[in-house]
């Protein structure tokens, strides 16, 4: 395991490098426009290439050294893992395609939700959500209807996310937060576990890229980090389901993407109500108002100690859950109340 995380050292800045130059070569750049897009000059859309060629490695890597104790290699092609990495690769293609030619968003949400309503069939259990387990005891099976579901649950977290992705390293620092939880409910010897954790590494190096407006995500790092991390979220929900004490449950992954789904349906009702499409851009988003109140750092501070600082509490403090959830709630509503006040002011 010691030479896994080592090759970290020289392989990720490789991939770092490629990955700027393929971005280059195939002109991928995010072009300001001065209303939404505020950057001064063209930025590099590598964030797809980049995340998409270290988990390919890593998953790679860690198939052939399979046992991490023994080192043998391992070799299954039918593997959940190698149909993990399609589906994400197959995300980062649709993603790639959307930062080129700006695919219809709701295009975009049928054919990825196409894409894993199809994939959920060839994977095992403990990537669907088979079973609705509540903080109050209660226990919701969803038997035939549980790819469905999942597949919507999957639709909903990636265009909370992606509508989140509008502030310099923004999307980057959600991903950390929510692996880091997300890492702490495996064992150590799990394969997601290492992964995990050289992702997040990953995470912290793009993200300080990414901060100095040297690079962006763009659709396809999101597609690509949302689908990753959102499996890796059913995959802990489930192999944590039938503990005696686990953490892990319906209003608890609520409150992790809490913040970014809440901004989500309020984006969605107040275009519906101005009748307006749902899925057009604005600069309502809470990054949006939180940036121009704060600048980009008290953003990045603010946004991510809402999503961290209830989970860290709820760790210790797991009775706490039903308040902590509200109290968010109570936050977000007063952040955006902000406005209207200034708006009258």
Not at 30 to 38: A, T
Not at 149 to 176: E, R, W, Y
Not at 246 to 271: A, C, H, K, Q, V
Request: a positive charge; proline letters at 3%.
């Amino acid at each position: 395991m010691l030479l896994i995380f080592l090759s970290t050292v020289v392989i990720v800045p490789l991939i770092l490098a490629a990955s700027f130059r393929i971005a280059k070569i195939i002109n991928l750049y995010d072009y300001p426009d001065k209303v939404r897009k505020l950057h001064i000059k063209p930025i590099l859309l590598i964030g797809g290439i980049f995340f998409q060629f270290v988990l390919t490695f890593y998953f790679c890597l860690l198939f052939y050294f399979g046992s991490i104790e023994k080192f043998e290699p391992i070799i299954n092609f039918n593997s959940n893992y190698f149909v993990l990495l399609g589906i994400i690769s197959i995300s980062f293609l649709i993603g790639i395609i959307d930062d080129k030619k700006n695919i219809k968003p709701f295009i975009k949400l049928i054919l990825i939700f196409f894409l894993y309503f199809l994939s959920l069939n060839f994977v095992d259990t403990n990537f669907v959500i088979k079973k609705l387990s509540f903080y109050f005891n209660l226990n919701i099976h969803l038997y035939s209807y549980s790819i469905f579901f999942t597949s919507i649950c999957l639709i909903i977290i990636l265009n909370a996310i992606n509508m989140a992705d509008g502030v310099n390293s923004l999307s980057s620092s959600i991903f950390f937060i929510w692996i880091f939880f997300l890492n702490l409910m495996l064992p150590s010897g799990d394969f997601f576990f290492i992964i995990n954790i050289l992702l997040m590494l990953c995470l912290i190096i793009f993200g300080i890229l990414n901060y100095k407006s040297k690079c962006f995500l763009g659709d396809s790092g999101c597609y690509v980090l949302v689908t990753y991390t959102s499996f890796l979220t059913i995959y802990a929900y489930n192999i944590n389901l039938d503990s005696f004490y686990s953490y892990l449950n319906i209003e608890s992954i609520f409150l992790l993407f809490m913040i970014p789904g809440l901004d989500m349906i309020r984006l969605f009702i107040t275009r519906i109500f101005k009748k307006k499409n749902p899925f057009s851009p604005d600069n309502n988003h809470l990054h949006h108002l939180l940036l121009y109140k704060y600048g980009n750092l008290k953003t990045l501070i603010i946004y991510d100690l809402l999503i961290f600082i209830p989970w860290l509490v709820y760790i210790f403090f797991i009775s706490l859950l039903p308040y902590l959830i509200l109290s968010v709630l109570i936050i977000y509503i007063y952040l955006i109340s902000l406005k209207y006040k200034n708006e009258k002011n």
